[in-house]
């Protein structure tokens, strides 16, 4: 199986909503599997005024935030992911749109390493068997959390022409 480390494209949507002071209201070290319950299960948050906005349909900083479209699609495929309930504002141009942040399991025994740099090296070896039964999941290395999703998904998201997606090549390894 093919997998794909799944961010916004910030090179093509540079208007994609930007939020501001959210470190006043989401803690962001509660957006685990394990501390999940802690979460509100509603949040605002206000975003940068612009009357350019691009509502994409996911949203990688400061923490995952993805739209409807895109909590129906992983959804329909059953992993064990729970949503919250994000309203993200622009009080100047009175707007504003749903997203979920969406809380999964998360390892940090698997390495990654991009397609593209590791062209002759074996892709998703001794990978965790549990890997082949989600379509998304978190891998967090060096501090940082990558969202990661199999070819599957990736397919279902391009099919409903999901917004701001971009996609890189990975290989996992244990």
Known sequence: ????????????????????????????????????????????????????????????FPFLLVSSKVKDTIQMYGDKVVFK????????????????????QENSKIKLAYAMKTKNSVCNKNVPEWVNERNIFWISEKGKRHTIINLDLAESLLRRKAIGLQLKEVHLTI
């Open 85 to 104: 309930e994000t309203i993200l504002l622009d009080a100047k141009n009175q707007t504003d749109k749903v997203y979920y942040l969406p809380v999964m």
């Open 1 to 60: 199986m093919k997998y794909f480390e799944l961010t916004l494209n910030s090179v093509i949507y540079k208007n994609a909503p930007s939020l501001i002071n959210w470190y006043g209201i989401q803690d962001v070290r509660l957006i685990k599997w394990d501390s999940y319950h802690k979460l509100k299960n509603r949040n605002i948050y206000t975003i940068e005024s612009s009357t350019e906005t691009v509502f994409t349909d996911i949203i990688s």
